[in-house]
Every structure is written in structure tokens, then in C-alpha cells.
């Protein structure tokens, strides 16, 4: 490998970093006490500065010295972790970006090597006057002396977390038992945090010296088996109450898991399921307000944040070990080879054809075996391609952050089903979409506070970013808890932009006009939004996906935007029909069955009918027609039942000749314009079949 491709390889590696950096940062804003989250940061820079001197990025090594020194200083807690702080990191990871693209002058360096100046200046003067603390000597304090974290022995292996409740009974030292040598023993199996629990102490007038009114919440992370820990409390469990639970890391998809500290508490037993919604409408971090509600003790929230961040920090080893084993490779090489793959599908294709035309059974089954390792090829190379959504969820956090700031309303995002895969060359052409989206639920979905309070809203405005798999697509949506459509207005500025008929009173038509290029009912224009450009460029990227895009708008209560995309964009499962003679691709996960047509179950309109099937109505649409083919089939025709936009319909065929892998191949010139049709393949014996694109021929049915 010659320099510049190590070069490019670290500018791509960099890149990575900084994304993982923003996230985390953002996140740091909402979880200041996390520590991790600080070592994680610190760990990122360092990489940065360190490798970036090695390729020569002298710039980017010097400049990323002062952030790593100032979050150095915020890690030992010499310097506050506040607003001001996570600003300073996040116009950094700019800098750095942009010094990695050639592009960032010294002006914006200097500013935020000024800041972190001043604030170590600031945090200087603070300290010199700052009076020594006195020191705490109540019997109480002395009490919870317990160590908070202890790490000692010959295990390394810190792969699996366990919660340990243990309440000895209130005569337990009367039996000789020194509880000091077991939590040593146990401290010795891994890393451990104690939290002692205080609520059984009684008031000085009826406490008893000699009884032992503590209990304690211990989470051990280690390599060893339950067995292996519960020997430890041998000689105590007779005289004491103990539960020792394997708290689950990973997922059944293979994703670690994190839970949230309402999960925790609830899997405790110390607050109810049906209490979280409760704790959550109160506006504060959710620790602190189970305990203003007293539906938790300071003690167990605290045992709580301690679990959620030792599962969180084995989880990040647990990922980094797995990271470790992946091998980075270049997109363009993966695309080559996806190509590849698509050639494969097709010569295998031409190999089946001929396998059928002769008679050898050895040149039939070599077809055969073949085309089972085509498919399983075809799979193993789309599921390479395919990412989680998580990452490039995760980047919105920060856009929501700097809207908030921007239009001075108190805005959260929240993300569910982030670890729903997709072909990454979609993720990357669905960002700018979703960028759009967001930006107009932040700007005119969202109230200002006054308006929220006004209904009785939560001050803080929901933004909601999900996603599912539905067969062979990603269903991805964006809700926002505001006002919702204005169909009024909407309807008022089309109608003076001749865009809609003044007698049109059908609400989807209506919400439909936000897609027009140039359309918006903003008054005057912001650096937001308001030009009229966003949702025409959403729409036309989404059908550049062949993908759906729907509304779904509420007064008062919000806007949700639903986007329904093709898992993958080179290779499909096809239903292969006949009509008139030449051949045609239905996508095989809209198929539901096929049916012959009887005549006796119609209800005629010209070639065209409704059937009754099996008790449902459905109506017919006949390809022959929607396609411009003259003539009519002598035979009987054969029925596909197909599904798009949760409406479903048979079309009418000539034969249904089977089922085929297909690759896509993109149309070109004037055929580009025919709506019906998205793509055509090539089929085994060397002819063209077009792919149908059965939402248009719905869409073009219904508007008749």
C-alpha cells in the first residue's frame, strides 16, 4: 500500500471517529455524570491526534492536542462538563473535519483554543478561592464508607454482568461474620460496584449498635459463571437474603444492549411499568424525578445509574471486540463486486435455460447446484452491504441540538428501531431526505413554548425517528408531536398558485401540494426553511429509490411522514409473467398469490373486473390495458394478487411463467418517463423483461 492510499485510509477511519465523537457528545450534554462517555472521547482525540501526526495531518494533530488536553481536564473533573463545554467539543469535530478536507482557516481554530483559554482561566480563579472543605465525622458517613469500585485479581474477563442483592440479617455479626473479607473475595472475581442501601436504619433512639440494618446493591462484571460467584456466600446465604441475576448484554439480533435506568428500576421491583409514563410527564432527568416522587430511595436510583453504566461500558467492549474483527473495505470495491454478483445472476440464469432445452440430468443438476450457491452468493454479498440504521440515526441528535439553539425552542429527539439494517448506499441517499424533514418538523411542525403552554402542551417538543422491516422494505418515519398541517392555508396558497382546483376538498390532495417544487405557506423566509425547496427534493430522492412517501397529519397533535424503501437497489426475487407474448417482473414481496380467473366470480367492465375472493371484494386491473397492449387473450387469463400502499388488487395476466432472482438494470432516454415501469432485466435466453412498478399502475387505476 503506497502513501496516499494510507492516507485516504486514515482520512476515512478519522471521518468515522468524528461521527462516533458527535454522538457521544450529544449525548454527554444529556448525561454529564457519564465517565465513559468522557473516556470515550478522550480515547477518540488521542486517535486522532496520534495517527493524524503519523500520515502527516500535522494541522489536525496540533489542533486536536488542545481539545484532547481540554477534555483530559474535564475527565479528572478539573473542569465543569456544561453546555459551554459540549459546544467547544462539537465546533472541534467541525474543525477537524474540515482540516481534513483542506478547507478550515485559522480564524475558527483560534476562537475555540480562545474559549478553552478562558475557561481554564475562569476555573483557576474559582479553585484559588475556594475554602478547604471540613471534614464529615457522623457515625452515619462512616457507615457508607463502602468502597464504590474495587479491581483486583487474575480475571481479565469482564464479558458478563451480574446484579447481586444482598440483605444479611440484622444479627449476622453476632455469628462471628466479618462482611469486609467477602466483599474482598468477591471484589477479587472482577470489577464491582457496592452501593449501600440506608433505608432500614432506624433514628438514633431506637438504633441498635449491634444489629446491622444495611443491605447492599452490587453489580460484578466478570468472566466467571453464577456458580463461581454464589460459593462466595457459602457461609452467609443461610443467614441472609440473596439474589444474584445475569443481566442480558445482547439482544436476539446479536445488538448489545443499554437498558434505561426506568428498566432497570422496573426489573428491581422497585417502581411499576405503568409508573415510567408517570415519571416522564414530570419534565426531568427520570433518576431525579422518581425520587421527587418518591417512587424511588436516592440509594436505589444511584445503584440503578451504576448498573446502566457498567452494562454500558461492557456492552462498548464487547462492540469494540467485535469491531476488531471486521475488515474495513473500500465502497467502490464492494459495488464492483455486487456488480459481479448481478452478471453471476444472469449468466446463471442463461445456464438454467439451456439446462432445460437439454436432455443431460448431470447438466441439470450442475444448473441446479449452481443456482442454489448463486442465491446464497447473492445474499451473503447484499447482507455485506447492509448496515444498521443506528449510526446515521444517531448524526440527527446533533442536528436537532443546533436547530434547537437556532429557533430558540426546546426540541428532543427520540429514536426507536435503530438497529434495522439497510443497504448502506440507500442510507447515504436517504440522509438528505431525512435532514429535510427533520429541519421542517423543528421549524414549522413545532410551536414556540408560548403556543405549547398555551394548549397544554409538554414544553419540550418531540421530534420521533423510527424504523421497522415490512418484507423486503424499511418502513422509516418522522413524527413530531406539533401542530400539524395547516390544510387551510395549504389550500389557500395552492389555489393562488393555480396548483389546486378552488372545488377540491379532499384532505390527502390537499397535503399532497407540500411536494410542489417551490411550494410553502412560510410568511418570510429563515435560514431554516421557507424558500419553498425541501419536500420536492424529499419526494423526488424517494422515487429516485423507487421507494413510497405518505402523510399523515393530526390538528394539534402533530405530523407523521412515512418513507417505505427498498431494502436493496441491484438485486430483487421477481415474479416472472406473460403478456402478449413478451415477459414482465412483478417484485415477488408485493405478491400475495396467484388465482385463476373464473368467470363466473366477475363482475364485467370491459376486460376489466372486481372479484370475490374467498369473501373479499378486489378489484381487477388488467396489464394488457394499463400497458397499451391491443388485443385480447383466448385463454383463460391468470389472476396476481398484489399488495402496495395497504391496498390490494389483481392484475390480470396472460401465464405466470415463475419465480427468478433478477437484477436491475436502470432504464435510460425517453423510457425513463414511463411511470409503470422502474427498471428491466435480462432474462437466461439473452431477451429484455421489464420490472413493473406496481404502486404507479395502482396510483394510475385509482385516478381514472
Known amino acids: 500500500m503506497n502513501f496516499e492510499d494510507t492516507k485516504d485510509l486514515f482520512t476515512e477511519e478519522a471521518r468515522d471517529i468524528l461521527a462516533k465523537l458527535e454522538i457521544s457528545l450529544v449525548s454527554l450534554e444529556k448525561n454529564p455524570g457519564n465517565k465513559e462517555l468522557v473516556d470515550e472521547i478522550f480515547r477518540g482525540l488521542h486517535t486522532i491526534k496520534g495517527s493524524g501526526a503519523m500520515f502527516g495531518f500535522q494541522e489536525v494533530s496540533d489542533f486536536t492536542h488542545h481539545i484532547e488536553t481540554f477534555f483530559d481536564e474535564l475527565r479528572k473533573g478539573r473542569l465543569a462538563i456544561d453546555s459551554q463545554a459540549i459546544d467547544i467539543g462539537l465546533r472541534s469535530t467541525d474543525c477537524i473535519a474540515l482540516l481534513l478536507k483542506g478547507t478550515d482557516g485559522d ?254 440430468s448431470v447438466f441439470g443438476t450442475i444448473s441446479e447446484n449452481l443456482s442454489r450457491l448463486t442465491a446464497d452468493l447473492r445474499d451473503t454479498i447484499m447482507s455485506i452491504r447492509t448496515v444498521p440504521l443506528a449510526e446515521s440515526f444517531a448524526s440527527f441528535q446533533r442536528l436537532v441540538r443546533d436547530l434547537s439553539r437556532q429557533l430558540g425552542k426546546e426540541l428532543r429527539l427520540e429514536i426507536l428501531g435503530a438497529s434495522t439494517e439497510l443497504d448502506k448506499n440507500v442510507i447515504e441517499l436517504l440522509k438528505d431526505p431525512l435532514v429535510h424533514i427533520i429541519r421542517n418538523s423543528a421549524d414549522h411542525g413545532i410551536e414556540s413554548r408560548e403556543l405549547r403552554e398555551r394548549a397544554k402542551k409538554p414544553l419540550v417538543g418531540t421530534i420521533s425517528l423510527a424504523a421497522r422491516q415490512v418484507g423486503s422494505k424499511v418502513e422509516i418515519t418522522v413524527t413530531d408531536d406539533g401542530a400539524g398541517l395547516d390544510l387551510a392555508k395549504i389550500r389557500e396558497r395552492a389555489i393562488e398558485r393555480k396548483l389546486l382546483d378552488p372545488a377540491e376538498n379532499d384532505p390527502n390532495r390537499i397535503m399532497a401540494m407540500i411536494f410542489e417544487p417551490g411550494f410553502s405557506t412560510a410568511e418570510k423566509t429563515t435560514g431554516i426553511s421557507g424558500r419553498g425547496v425541501g419536500m420536492d427534493v424529499v419526494k423526488r430522492n424517494i422515487e429516485r429509490l423507487r421507494g413510497e412517501i405518505g402523510l399523515r397529519s393530526e390538528a394539534g397533535k402533530g405530523l407523521t411522514v412515512n418513507l417505505s424503501i427498498p431494502m436493496t437497489l441491484v438485486i430483487i426475487e421477481g415474479l416472472l409473467v406473460r403478456i402478449a407474448g413478451h415477459e414482465y417482473v412483478i417484485t415477488l414481496s408485493q405478491v400475495e398469490e396467484c388465482v385463476d380467473l373464473e368467470n363466473s366470480g366477475r363482475s364485467d367492465s370491459h376486460d376489466e373486473s372486481i372479484i370475490n375472493l374467498r369473501g373479499k371484494t378486489i378489484p381487477v386491473i388488467s396489464l394488457r390495458k394499463t400497458l397499451g397492449i391491443g388485443g385480447a387473450f383466448s385463454g383463460r387469463s391468470r389472476l396476481v394478487i398484489v399488495t402496495s400502499e395497504g391496498m390490494t388488487v389483481g392484475l390480470m395476466v396472460d401465464a405466470v411463467v415463475g419465480r427468478k432472482q433478477v437484477v436491475i438494470k436502470p432504464l435510460s432516454g425517453a423510457a425513463r418517463r414511463i411511470k409503470t415501469i422502474f427498471g428491466a432485466t435480462i432474462l437466461g435466453d439473452g431477451t429484455v423483461a421489464l420490472i413493473l412498478d406496481i404502486a404507479e399502475i395502482i396510483k394510475a387505476k385509482t385516478s381514472e
Open 107 to 360: 480564524d475558527r481554530r483560534r476562537e475555540i483554543i480562545q474559549a478553552i483559554e478562558g475557561i481554564e482561566e475562569k476555573s483557576h480563579e474559582g479553585r484559588n478561592q475556594e475554602k478547604p472543605e471540613k471534614e464529615t465525622t457522623s457515625a452515619q458517613s462512616r457507615t457508607l464508607e463502602v468502597p464504590r469500585e474495587m479491581t483486583s485479581g487474575p480475571n481479565d474477563d469482564l464479558s458478563r454482568v451480574y446484579r447481586i442483592i444482598f440483605k444479611p440479617q440484622a444479627q449476622i455479626l453476632h455469628r462471628g461474620v466479618r462482611l469486609e473479607r467477602l466483599f474482598e473475595e468477591l471484589s477479587s472475581l472482577g470489577k464491582c460496584h457496592f452501593q449501600a442501601l440506608t433505608e432500614a436504619i432506624p433514628d438514633l433512639e431506637h438504633l441498635d449498635p449491634t444489629a446491622l440494618s444495611l443491605s447492599w446493591n452490587i453489580i460484578l462484571s466478570t468472566g466467571l459463571s453464577l456458580s463461581a460467584i454464589r460459593s462466595v456466600f457459602m457461609f452467609v446465604e443461610d443467614y441472609s437474603e440473596l439474589s444474584i441475576m445475569a443481566l442480558e448484554l445482547i439482544d436476539e439480533e446479536g445488538s448489545t444492549i443499554v437498558p434505561k435506568l426506568g428498566e432497570i428500576l422496573v426489573d428491581q421491583g422497585i417502581i411499576k411499568a405503568s409508573e415510567i409514563e408517570e415519571i416522564h410527564r414530570t419534565q426531568k432527568l427520570f433518576g431525579e424525578a422518581a425520587i421527587d416522587c418518591g417512587k424511588a430511595s436516592k440509594e436505589q436510583v444511584e445503584a440503578a445509574l451504576a448498573e446502566q453504566s457498567i452494562v454500558r461500558n461492557v456492552s462498548t467492549e464487547l462492540e469494540t471486540r467485535h469491531e476488531s474483527a471486521t475488515v474495513r473495505v473500500r465502497k467502490e470495491k464492494l459495488d464492483s463486486l455486487i456488480d459481479l454478483v448481478g452478471e453471476l445472476v444472469i449468466l446463471q440464469a442463461m445456464l438454467e435455460q439451456e439446462a432445460k432445452k437439454g436432455a443431460s
